[in-house]
């Protein structure tokens, strides 16, 4: 069966520090990939998607990147941290074998920037 | 730009009684899926919905879509304190089958025991 790890579940990190959070999923090949961050209290917004190894689309403007070094890899990173980045960041993949296939989310990592 | 709209953002309701979220779409839509986020949990895929009209139902929870693929509801009954948590609804963002997804601002529901 297919799983996806997130880590790491919390973080707090100071202004100005670089961010690198990490998601692998097993049992599926090729998966399409995503990071979506949730404010408090709020929806899900889309922030970066992947259909392939090194192969990004941004959604938004912002101050985050994201890579796919490997199939079943995705990583989001800064450079340099925001107090506006804080939030619920949440990894997510899904098959595209039929169409609109569900997402299945990773358990999130809630980023604190202080 | 498309939008989602979800309503109502929060609903507190005592133990039994029913629920109902909403969601509205500005276009029409080929499909709309549901997801469940439990306190402190991540998003957890209810269902998808694809014909115009369709209703399905999962034991309490009935999910409905609009004859025009605009619009769509989730309604529980008799609801439970297994039910408190965020339901979204989301849709296709775009054309093409990229999988990428808009989501609804979610409604938070409350059950009293």
């Known amino acids: 069966s297919q799983t996806i790890h997130q880590w790491p579940a919390t973080l707090v990190q100071p202004v100005g520090s670089p961010l690198s959070l990490e998601c692998t999923v097993e049992?599926?090949?090729?998966?399409?990939l995503y990071w979506y961050r949730q404010a408090a209290g709020r929806g899900l917004q889309l922030l970066f998607y992947?259909?392939?190894?090194?192969?990004i689309s941004s959604e938004v403007p912002q101050n985050l990147s994201a890579s796919r070094p490997q199939d079943r890899q995705f990583i989001l990173s800064s450079k340099k941290l925001l107090l506006s980045d804080s939030g619920f960041y949440l990894c997510?993949?899904?098959?595209?074998?039929?169409?609109?296939?569900?997402?299945?989310f990773g358990n999130g990592t809630r980023l604190t920037v202080t | 730009g498309q939008q989602v709209m979800q309503i109502p953002q929060y609903q507190h309701v005592q133990e039994g009684e029913d629920f109902t979220t909403y969601c509205n779409s500005s276009?029409?839509?080929?499909?709309i899926q549901w997801y469940k986020q439990r306190p402190g949990g991540h998003p957890v895929f209810l269902i998808q919905?694809?014909?115009?009209?369709e209703v399905k139902k999962q034991k309490r929870l009935t999910f409905q879509f609009g004859e025009a693929k605009k619009n769509s509801s989730l309604h529980i009954t008799a609801t439970q304190t297994t039910d408190v948590g965020t339901y979204f609804c989301?849709?296709?963002?775009?054309?093409?089958?990229?999988?990428?997804?808009?989501f609804g601002q979610g409604t938070t529901l409350q059950v009293k025991p």
């Open positions: 997510a993949w899904t098959t595209m074998s039929s169409y609109n296939s569900p997402l299945h």
């Open positions: 276009t029409t839509l080929s499909n």
């Open positions: 049992g599926t090949s090729n998966p399409n």
């Open positions: 919905l694809v014909k115009s009209g």
């Open positions: 989301a849709v296709p963002k775009g054309s093409g089958n990229t999988g990428k997804l808009i």
């Open positions: 992947s259909v392939g190894i090194g192969q």
